[in-house]
């Protein structure tokens, strides 16, 4: 395979991920609070009872994820360990040898259909394979002769815009941010965050998807009884989508305030409560949207939006279906708590869509994915350790709370493997 071919595919694939998270309330790292944890002034956005008799004068957290598929990692792993290819010209008469041909390959191969691999495969011992095949065929310690390595080299450079324009539409990456700061006293909170989630897409060169979402949050939890804790909440929200008329490339970027977006107002109710059946095992539940509202107002862009403007109206109204999120969690006293302790959680999500039509789970993995299992350790009071399992996700994270500030850093990995990702968290609170 020509080395000019490796360069304009490692180069697309370095554009698409260096610019690359998870819908606010959707997404989940092992550090958000479980619905029967008590969680501070993060159990704002959670569950309101999860504050009852709570303060945390003030908290400012940052947190950032991404995820890719893991051949788009191992193919920054390669364009790193290839720089000298990417820092002098490429000779076009350079064939590359069979390992260079055989890493490409597997690589390229994860992201093509069927059509595309038989293209890049033609008349080889990989001839008639599928990517799958392929791939178990290197495995099992397959290898290719030097004909097969420039055979592969010229179907690469004949095909060169199919096989790439095809490798490019599955390769993605996607980023969320998000930001909450806010104060909980005695157990009145009150907050303001910002989310924006991206998914970027080498086959658009840039953004395939780009939404905004920014509110104000506000509850109290308060304690019923020495068992019984119920909380309220309400937020109102500001929703935009940048990309609902289509992608945005790199190179446009900068075009962005003037961009058209879809945009609207989103405002809820939650309740929720938590019930000690024993000191060290609580139930808790929360009625998600138990009143709310969407109002979608149409197009504008941020540019006039941010000047007080908007374009072509449209008022229309829908009831949010009223849910339910359940959960349990144990947290064992062991001493004082301060030199050891730990918890373990599940929690279901949307329970009453298990009873909707157009909602419920078709198969088991449908219903597995609004379940979500945790358990954390704390050591020395300072040191936190978790993990979670979360719509088909797997997350091992570690981090340190001293004083006022906490750092905590996640890995996650999809239950198929074939998913990477991780994500940071940094916050002040006093």
């Known amino acids: 395979m020509k080395k000019i071919i490796l360069s304009v595919f490692i180069i697309s694939l370095a554009v698409s991920v260096t610019a690359q998270t998870r819908w606010f309330e959707v997404s989940k790292t092992s550090y958000v609070p479980?619905?029967?944890?008590?969680?501070?002034?993060?159990?704002?956005?959670?569950?309101?009872?999860?504050?009852?008799?709570?303060?945390?004068?003030?908290?400012?957290?940052?947190?950032?994820?991404?995820?890719?598929?893991?051949?788009?990692?191992?193919?920054?792993?390669?364009?790193?360990?290839?720089?000298?290819t990417l820092?002098?010209?490429?000779?076009?008469?350079?064939?590359?040898?069979?390992?260079?041909?055989?890493?490409?390959?597997?690589?390229?191969?994860?992201n093509l259909d069927q059509e595309s691999t038989d293209l890049l495969t033609d008349g080889t011992v990989l001839?008639?394979?599928?990517?799958?095949?392929?791939?178990?065929?290197?495995?099992?310690?397959?290898?290719?002769?030097?004909?097969?390595?420039?055979?592969?080299?010229?179907?690469?450079?004949?095909?060169?815009?199919?096989?790439?324009?095809?490798?490019?539409?599955?390769?993605?990456?996607?980023?969320e941010f998000t930001t909450k700061v806010g104060t909980l006293i005695k157990g009145f909170g009150l907050g303001g965050y910002a989310n924006v989630y991206s998914v970027l897409s080498?086959?658009?060169?840039?953004?395939?998807?780009?939404?905004?979402?920014?509110?104000?949050?506000?509850?109290?939890g308060f304690n019923l009884s020495e068992k019984l804790a119920?909380?309220?909440?309400?937020?109102?929200?500001?929703?935009?989508?940048?990309?609902?008329?289509?992608?945005?490339?790199?190179e446009d970027i900068g075009d962005i305030m003037s961009r058209t977006m879809y945009y609207g107002y989103a405002w809820g109710i939650d309740v929720g409560a938590a019930y000690h059946l024993l000191p060290s095992l609580t139930v808790g539940?929360?009625?998600?949207?138990?009143?709310?509202?969407?109002?979608?107002?149409?197009?504008?862009?941020?540019?006039?939006?941010?000047?007080?403007?908007?374009?072509?109206?449209?008022?229309?109204?829908?009831?949010?279906?009223?849910?339910?999120?359940?959960g349990i969690t144990w947290a064992p006293k062991i001493g004082s708590g301060k030199l050891l302790a730990p918890s373990l959680s599940v929690d279901y999500y949307d329970f009453i869509g298990l009873f909707r039509e157009e909602t419920r789970p078709e198969d088991f993995q449908g219903f597995l994915n609004h379940m979500r299992f945790g358990?954390?350790?704390?050591?020395?009071?300072?040191?936190?350790?978790?993990?979670?399992?979360y719509r088909e996700y797997f997350a091992l994270g570690a981090g340190v709370d001293l004083l006022f500030l906490e750092v905590f850093g996640e890995f996650q990995f999809k239950q198929s493997f074939d998913d990477i990702g991780g994500a940071l968290l940094v916050k002040l609170h006093f």
């Open 34 to 84: 479980f619905v029967g944890e008590a969680g501070g002034f993060e159990s704002l956005f959670v569950n309101p009872a999860g504050m009852a008799g709570q303060t945390n004068i003030f908290t400012w957290d940052i947190e950032a994820g991404v995820k890719a598929k893991k051949s788009t990692i191992e193919a920054i792993q390669l364009m790193m360990d290839s720089s000298d």
């Open 87 to 110: 820092n002098s010209p490429p000779d076009v008469n350079e064939d590359m040898t069979p390992e260079e041909a055989e890493e490409i390959v597997d690589l390229l191969v994860d």
């Open 127 to 175: 001839d008639g394979m599928s990517p799958e095949e392929i791939q178990e065929y290197f495995e099992e310690g397959g290898e290719i002769d030097v004909d097969d390595a420039i055979l592969l080299g010229d179907n690469a450079a004949e095909h060169q815009e199919e096989i790439i324009d095809n490798a490019m539409s599955n390769i993605k990456a996607s980023v």
């Open 202 to 220: 080498a086959a658009e060169m840039g953004f395939e998807t780009l939404v905004v979402e920014s509110g104000i949050k506000a509850g109290f």
């Open 230 to 250: 119920l909380g309220v909440s309400a937020d109102f929200a500001f929703l935009g989508d940048v990309t609902a008329t289509g992608g945005v490339s790199i």
């Open 285 to 326: 539940a929360v009625m998600t949207d138990l009143i709310g509202t969407y109002v979608y107002n149409g197009t504008t862009t941020l540019e006039d939006l941010m000047n007080g403007g908007a374009k072509h109206k449209i008022e229309s109204t829908y009831e949010f279906d009223l849910d339910l999120d359940f």
């Open 375 to 389: 358990a954390e350790l704390e050591l020395l009071s300072f040191i936190n350790l978790r993990a979670h399992y």
